[in-house]
């Protein structure tokens, strides 16, 4: 019963913050290739619309906390980056489509000797980023500490 009402809640929340052109939602990992000129990293993505309601603006809030935390060397040297990316601006539509995002998703890429692997975790975000947050935050560290490995 519990189950289904932690469905129900996710549901909503999605269907709140404007999921009606989400493409897909589910955890996949997927390859991109990039120039070989570029540094190998780990990104944290977190896709926005300009309107955001309480559970999006908490996903933001803890995914940037975590990752300042824990990871505030490798913030400078690049190796980890953040990326808070308004899909309201236009400029952003080419990320967004390679993403195949149109509302509110948080994703971890990896970039690896030219190669690009990224997990979408915009249903675990959602689930967990104001009901657990420190649980959410302690996720996102553990993803970015087994990329960077």
Same mark, same amino acid.
């Given at each position: 019963?519990?189950?289904?009402?932690?469905?129900? =809640?996710?549901?909503?929340?999605? +269907?709140?913050?404007?999921?009606? %052109?989400?493409?897909?939602?589910? @955890?996949?990992?997927?390859? $991109?290739?990039?120039?070989?000129?570029?540094?190998?990293?780990?990104?944290?993505?977190?896709?926005?619309?300009?309107?955001?309601?309480?559970?999006?603006?908490?996903?933001?809030?803890?995914?940037?906390? =975590?990752?300042?935390?824990?990871? +505030?060397?490798?913030?400078?040297? %690049?190796?980890?980056?953040?990326? @808070?990316?308004?899909?309201? $601006?236009?400029?952003?539509?080419?990320?967004?489509?390679?993403?195949?995002?149109?509302?509110?998703?948080?994703?971890?890429?990896?970039?690896?000797?030219?190669?690009?692997?990224?997990?979408?975790?915009?249903?675990?975000?959602?689930?967990? +980023?104001?009901?657990?947050?420190?649980?959410?935050?302690?996720?996102?560290?553990?993803?970015?500490?087994?990329?960077?490995?």
């Amino acid at each position: 019963m519990d189950k289904w009402i932690l469905v129900l =809640a996710i549901c909503f929340g999605l +269907a709140a913050c404007g999921s009606n %052109g989400a493409k897909k939602n589910v @955890s996949t990992k997927v390859e $991109q290739v990039q120039p070989q000129d570029t540094k190998d990293r780990v990104e944290v993505l977190y896709f926005h619309g300009k309107k955001r309601c309480a559970t999006c603006m908490a996903i933001e809030e803890h995914a940037r906390e =975590a990752v300042e935390a824990q990871f +505030a060397e490798e913030l400078k040297e %690049g190796t980890v980056v953040f990326r @808070s990316i308004d899909l309201s $601006q236009e400029e952003n539509e080419k990320i967004a489509e390679k993403y195949g995002v149109s509302w509110s998703s948080l994703f971890i890429s990896q970039w690896k000797g030219g190669k690009e692997t990224y997990e979408n975790l915009t249903l675990y975000a959602f689930a967990n +980023a104001r009901t657990a947050p420190d649980s959410f935050k302690s996720k996102i560290v553990e993803k970015i500490n087994g990329l960077l490995k």
